[in-house]
């Protein structure tokens, strides 16, 4: 059973900087796609950034040029560098990993809430 937990989050004044971490507990077979989303309060949780393959990288419109995401295959862990943060950015952040197909798996972590002050 894969477990994905997410660590990182916190309170942060606009126009600063937070990284979050998602380490993934167990083995994720085959990963098709990692990502993270977010959801803010009273709005539907939204795409903010995928890695597909490793290698292929796509970023919401409203985080492009400031949001980063990438992976550390050795330590199992999916990484969000957030940078010029906006109060807009304020929501809980979610980790997914998803496989497709026959033997297909998606699975989410608990959340981390970010905060971003004006």
């Known amino acids: 059973q894969v477990r994905l937990v997410e660590s990182g989050g916190g309170l942060v004044q606009a126009g600063g900087s937070l990284r979050l971490s998602c380490t993934a507990f167990g083995t994720l077979f085959s990963v098709n796609v990692m990502g993270w989303y977010r959801q803010a309060p009273g709005k539907q949780r939204e795409l903010v950034a995928t890695?597909?393959?490793?290698?292929?990288?796509n970023y919401a419109d409203s985080v492009k040029g400031r949001f980063t995401i990438s992976r550390d295959k050795a330590d199992n862990t999916l990484y969000l560098q957030m940078n010029s943060l906006k109060p807009e950015d304020t929501a809980v952040y979610y980790c997914?990993?998803?496989?497709?197909?026959?033997?297909?798996?998606?699975?989410w972590g608990q959340g981390t809430q970010v905060t971003v002050s004006s």
């Open positions: 890695l597909t393959g490793d290698v292929v990288t």
């Open positions: 997914n990993a998803r496989r497709y197909g026959r033997l297909g798996y998606d699975h």
